[in-house]
């Protein structure tokens, strides 16, 4: 059994599992931050309810991601000891920001939102809504940051310490903006934010189907639609933007993604496909003649570098990434059509009517979620061979202790462990769906009241 096959098979797992939730978690704090922004400025009660049931959605994600991603840093040692001490600088740096300006803001104000509705002013209670999403949103940041550099490294010079090599860090800015992380960040944060509204429209849309709870889910439906429509319109631009700098700064990559061989201009874009490895070319698929030049470099006659300028062992899988790559573009265009959709059907209240596109709309839950993880697969798999690109092979990332048998009897308990978890995660989400909105969420009560009603600031 190959080490270094299983020990990736196992990182991916339990890093793929792990991303179920945080897209959900910082998707869910923007409709959170945006539901009870609404409530304080309209006092519409239904706006009061809807907060209080995304919140306890939001707290079930919240928590699973936590839970599934504590197991990750602990592979990091037992798998790939080699990688961490080549990488321990850079990650240390990220890292310690994610604690010092994510998980304190978070665990700080995660409390009050959770537990300090009759506890805290409406006011104070909104602002550590606002705090909780912020905070989200900068653990995203400093994870993509980290992993960015290992796309495209910046702002380090190579230091032999004992016989081994490390990078460390000259210019703590040029890592953080190193050439990929902000095109790469807003990318996944629009995955989010779609993820996050597309919950909301899959149970809203549940709700008008089965003729329950229908005031709250028109209003989720209406918030909802309009963040996904705004995530969905900005997630092809920064997705355009980040595959302008692939093709800049990882060209292998690029043509792994398209199944590109030859070095050509007028390069196409494949709609779909399936690239026979052992031929070196694509089969079954459509193509659109200088598609690829164009979105790559901005005219037709562009050359485009295909994956024989590189040697064998500088090439990444290619049907895989391949595969991947277009399963996310299909599912953002698709994602795009129901929000357009949805918005267009909203005036006179014809989609509440609409059974076709309602249902349309509980299954679009699995398409943020589908897409994120064909897009960190195309990402993660096309960076191969290397761990950190043009720097350290994955192969030279192992742990050098590290036994087959180990990676094996580990990968099997996660994974036990893990459907395990994601059963309670079903059953609790299906548990809080089915038992919808409480009632007595929908009038705040006499202590809650507002700021001009009587009650407290």
């Known amino acids: 059994m190959n080490v270094e096959l299983l020990s990736r098979a196992q990182f991916a797992f339990t890093a793929s599992f792990h991303y179920l939730y945080p897209p959900l978690s910082i998707g869910l704090g923007v409709l959170l931050v945006i539901i009870e922004g609404a409530w304080l400025r309209t006092r519409d009660p239904v706006y009061h309810q809807m907060a209080r049931y995304w919140t306890r ?124 992380s902000m095109d790469r960040l807003s990318h996944v944060l629009c995955g989010a934010w779609q993820a996050g509204a597309f919950l909301a429209i899959s149970v809203s849309a549940w709700y008008l189907l089965r003729g329950r709870h229908e005031a709250f889910a028109r209003a989720s439906m209406r918030v909802a639609l309009v963040v996904a429509l705004g995530a969905s319109v900005l997630q092809v631009a920064t997705g355009h933007s980040s595959a302008v700098g692939v093709a800049k700064n990882q060209p292998a990559k690029l043509a792994a993604f398209e199944g590109h061989y030859e070095t050509s201009a007028d390069a196409p874009v494949y709609l779909f496909g399936w690239v026979d490895e052992s031929a070196e ?73 609409n059974r076709p596109v309602l249902w349309v709309m509980v299954v679009a839950v699995l398409g943020p979620q589908v897409a994120n993880q064909a897009g960190w697969w195309a990402a993660e798999v096309g960076r191969q061979p290397w761990i950190v690109y043009g720097l350290l092979r994955t192969s030279e990332g192992l742990s050098r202790s590290v036994r087959a048998e180990a990676v094996v009897a580990s ?32 009038v705040p009560a006499g202590k809650l009241a507002l700021p001009g009603r009587g009650g407290r600031e």
């Open 57 to 180: 959605i939001f707290a079930l994600t919240f928590a699973m991601g936590v839970a599934t991603g504590i197991v990750m840093e602990f592979e990091f040692g037992t798998n790939w000891a080699t990688y961490s001490r080549f990488v321990g600088d850079v990650f240390g740096s990220a890292l310690a920001a994610e604690g010092i300006f994510a998980f304190f803001l978070e665990s700080g104000f995660l409390a009050v939102l959770l537990f300090g509705w009759e506890k805290v002013t409406p006011r104070w209670h909104f602002f550590s809504t606002c705090m909780v999403c912020l905070g989200a949103h900068f653990s995203a940041i400093w994870i993509v940051v980290a992993n960015s550099w290992q796309q495209t490294p910046a702002g380090f010079h190579i230091v032999e310490q004992a016989g081994r090599s490390r990078a460390e860090i000259t210019d703590f800015w040029a890592m953080v903006f190193n050439p990929s």
């Open 281 to 353: 070319r694509v089969v079954w698929g459509p193509r659109l003649e200088g598609a690829l030049s164009w979105l790559a470099h901005g005219r037709r006659d562009a050359e485009v570098k295909g994956l024989r300028d590189f040697a064998p062992t500088d090439r990444p899988p290619v049907n895989l990434p391949f595969q991947a790559f277009h399963a996310m573009v299909g599912i953002g265009v698709l994602l795009l059509g129901v929000a357009v959709g949805g918005v267009a059907l909203l005036p006179g209240d014809r989609l509440f009517r």
């Open 411 to 442: 990968l099997v308990l996660f994974t036990a462990v893990y459907a395990l978890l994601f059963a309670v995660f079903v059953y609790l989400l299906n548990d809080k769906i089915q038992k919808g909105p409480h009632a007595e969420d929908l």
